[in-house]
T-cell receptor, first 114, second 116 residues
Framework: DSGVTQTPKHLITATGQRVTLRCSPR?????VYWYQQSLDQGLQFLIQ???????AKGNILERFSAQQFPDLHSELNLSSLELGDSALYFC?????????????FGPGTRLLVL | AQTVTQSQPEMSVQEAETVTLSCTYD???????LFWYKQPPSRQMILVIR????KQQNATENRFSVNFQKAAKSFSLKISDSQLGDAAMYFCAYRAPLDSNYQLIWGAGTKLIIKP
């Protein structure tokens, strides 16, 4: 158990809908990262927050947004969902945002768009 | 741009034997970090081992060790005494430098099969 929690574990929804994925980092970690993993593929970095502020953006679609709250938990919002958004969404956390930081991953949220 | 290549889509090994997974990367940086993550069928992403590029000594974690060849930009993972629980996808990752916001760059993964 990495100490990173994600809810829900599974999510089934329809095209055009909007969903919110939630992540709680390890105790004491200030940085949160979101990744998308499509079937049988590697991870794609979406976005990073550090202590409430957006730190870096990766291949995140405009239909997706995220935020980190004062208690350091983070939410990833996915809107106007398409079939291709079906994937495993990981949250990871690290103590800070420096280059030597190890990221610890949550169990992921499996999103299925029908 | 930095890239990470895992040239073996799938590897298999007999239980209790040793297997080596390959990873190469491309970078012009001198200081960086490298990681191996394991993703079992549960799809949880688990850190296996990490290596700091400035350290010459290869990292070791129990049955897992790396062969870090900085000049060759190679970072292979050796698993000794393979166990059934080692069956998983293994991803190599490189930590990008400051101008890329230290993001992790991932290889495509190697599927490791353990034969009983």
């Amino acid at each position: 158990d990495s100490g990173v929690t994600q809810t829900p574990k599974h999510l089934i929804t329809a095209t055009g809908q909007r969903v919110t994925l939630r992540c709680s980092p390890r105790s004491g970690d200030l940085s949160v990262y979101w990744y998308q993993q499509s079937l049988d593929q590697g991870l794609q970095f979406l976005i990073q927050y550090y202590n409430g502020e957006e730190r870096a953006k990766g291949n995140i679609l405009e239909r997706f947004s995220a935020q980190q709250f004062p208690d350091l938990h983070s939410e990833l919002n996915l809107s106007s969902l398409e079939l291709g958004d079906s994937a495993l969404y990981f949250c990871a956390s690290s103590v800070n945002a420096g280059d030597g930081e190890t990221q610890y991953f949550g169990p992921g949220t499996r999103l299925l768009v029908l | 741009a930095q890239t990470v290549t895992q040239s073996q889509p799938e590897m298999s090994v007999q239980e209790a034997e040793t297997v080596t997974l390959s990873c190469t990367y491309d970078t012009s940086e001198s200081d960086y970090y490298l990681f191996w993550y394991k993703q079992p069928p549960s799809r949880q992403m688990i850190l296996v081992i990490r290596q700091e590029a400035y350290k010459q000594q290869n990292a070791t974690e129990n049955r897992f060790s790396v062969n870090f060849q900085k000049a060759a930009k190679s970072f292979s993972l050796k698993i000794s005494d393979s166990q059934l629980g080692d069956a998983a996808m293994y991803f190599c990752a490189y930590r990008a430098p400051l101008d890329s916001n230290y993001q992790l760059i991932w290889g495509a993964g190697t599927k490791l099969i353990i034969k009983p």
